[in-house]
């Protein structure tokens, strides 16, 4: 159910945030990048603090009564629902200009609150289950709610904006956060950690208390080790470049329909994002996948999708249909389709990343992983959103001057249209390449479960299968003989 929240809440940011700086507010398009940049950076910093302290919050009294992971989803979805509503405020300045110092802390609180809830989540389904397929069953259905939260969001905005509503940005801002709080909520009560049982404190409590200075000198030094894990390593890489080519798309996606698109409305963007209630459909036939053809099969199917749809948003673009609607409709459900299993891959594969690094490590560093993915996934959301708004200045675009297609002039019409597609594009191919390195399935994760439990239950490494160590070898990117030591790793 948080993914209602988080699903809804990546996808304002991706395909929201920018347009609504820019065409509602009417902020320069490098200043409205500059604002989405700013706030994910000073929260990637965060980010990276927050898993570790996820980690260590047993130890405290409030840990032990809500928590290690529930108490901060409590406190951020209280946080949340004061601080969500007022960023869709218009706010202007002395000079009749819009705010940019006040959208620019909103935006910062409203990402650290986020991410308050969103890191400890992500290390529940570890914790719930070792179980590959109970795992995905997990995951699929997280997915299944997080790309009902992505149509929820463009449905509310698309029926709106199709009104001609004039507060429509605030009023959508108001619908998302009564139901993101519920969402929120309804995953504080019912999900679970990881019972602390007397062998796990045991475990957790061998780990020594430490100063700030060593937490962080430990923190910077498990963010590094994380790289030595090669399944992560390529999980990472597919992971970042598919999600930063989905931002090129929803960040500009309103601009080029606006500007672009022959005898196109703004309302058109907004309907074809909430074409992303297929996106419910999709996800449910990808779990099954999933589990009988694995991961690779599943990218592979997402990336040229992607590719398809971004070549016919092309020919449409060039060819200046007078009536496009019905064919970009067509485009845009084919891209939704993609975009679906994009986003349900990497975040189904994501929880058994731990498990590789605890044959490498023996420790429980859920949390340290959380947060790393997290952290790169928002630099380089950052990224593509900062630079997509520095092209779009590099352009000529301007948002107050040009609100359609006949105010757009062709030279700054055909750079939008080039940035759109050629931006998502890169991103996508070198994802789809990557892509063909991931090795782990449910068949690799069964023979890496299997020699966890053999150790764990005080096996020799001298007796590992063949099948065993080649698998091992594979995932990790290391010797066997210098995986599970004598004792855990910090």
């Known amino acids: 159910m948080m993914d209602l929240m988080g699903g809804g809440w990546n996808n304002i940011v991706s395909g929201v945030i920018f347009a609504y700086l820019t065409l509602a507010q009417g902020f320069n398009p490098a200043l409205a990048g500059t604002i989405a940049a700013a706030g994910r950076i000073v929260d990637c910093v965060w980010n990276l603090v927050l898993g570790q302290i996820t980690d260590e919050f047993y130890r405290t009294r409030l840990g032990k009564l809500f928590g290690r992971r529930h108490f901060f989803i409590l406190i951020g979805g209280v946080m949340f629902l004061a601080v969500f509503p007022l960023f869709w405020i218009n706010v202007q300045g002395a000079d009749g200009q819009p705010n940019f110092w006040y959208y620019l802390v909103v935006y910062v609180a409203m990402e650290m609150i986020i991410a308050m809830m969103l890191v400890p989540w992500e290390c529940l389904p570890t914790e719930m289950t070792r179980d590959y397929r109970e795992r995905t069953v997990l995951s699929g259905s997280r997915m299944i709610i997080s790309a009902t939260g992505t149509a929820m969001v463009f449905l509310i905005l698309a029926a709106l904006k199709q009104a001609n509503n004039p507060n429509a940005y605030l009023i959508a801002g108001v619908a998302w956060t009564i139901l993101f709080v519920v969402a929120i909520f309804v995953t504080y009560r019912g999900t679970w950690e990881r019972p602390l049982t007397p062998e796990f404190l045991t475990e957790l409590d061998a780990r020594p208390s430490l100063s700030t200075l060593e937490f962080l000198k430990l923190s910077i030094r498990g963010y590094r080790d994380t790289f030595r894990n090669k399944a992560f390593r390529v999980h990472l890489g597919v992971y970042l470049l598919s999600f930063t080519g989905k931002d090129f798309y929803s960040t500009l996606l309103p601009t080029f329909i606006v500007c672009c698109v022959y005898g196109s409305q703004e309302s058109w963007a907004w309907t074809f994002q909430a074409l992303s209630i297929v996106g419910i459909l999709v996800t449910i036939g990808a779990v099954p996948l999933m589990v009988s053809h694995g991961p690779r099969y599943l990218f592979r199917l997402s990336y040229w999708l992607v590719i398809v749809s971004m070549v016919g948003y092309g020919v449409t673009w060039l060819l200046r249909l007078d009536s496009p609607f019905a064919i970009l409709l067509v485009v845009s459900l084919v891209y939704q389709c993609g975009r679906a299993l994009l986003e349900f891959t990497p ?60 105010t757009t002039p062709d030279d700054v019409r055909m750079g939008i249209g080039l940035v759109f597609l050629i931006g998502t594009l890169v991103f996508i191919v070198a994802a789809l390449v990557l892509s063909r390195m991931v090795f782990l399935n449910r068949e690799t994760h069964q023979v890496l479960k299997d020699e966890i ?12 299968t063949p099948e065993a160590r080649k698998v091992c070898e594979e995932l990790t990117g290391h010797p066997y003989e210098s995986l599970w030591p004598a004792k855990p790793e910090m």
């Not at 690094?357 to 992983?369: E, H, K, Q, S, V």
């Not at 439990?453 to 590992?464: F, T």
């Open 347 to 406: 975040w189904n594969l994501f929880p058994f990343m731990a498990d590789v690094d605890y044959i490498m490590t023996r420790a429980d560093r859920t949390g340290l992983y959380a947060s790393v993915m997290t952290f790169f996934r928002k630099s380089t959301g950052a990224i593509a959103t900062w630079a997509a708004g520095l092209l779009l200045a590099f352009t000529g675009y301007d948002a107050k001057a040009m609100k359609n297609y006949g």
């Open 453 to 464: 439990e053999r150790l764990e239950a005080g096996g020799s490494k001298a007796d590992v």
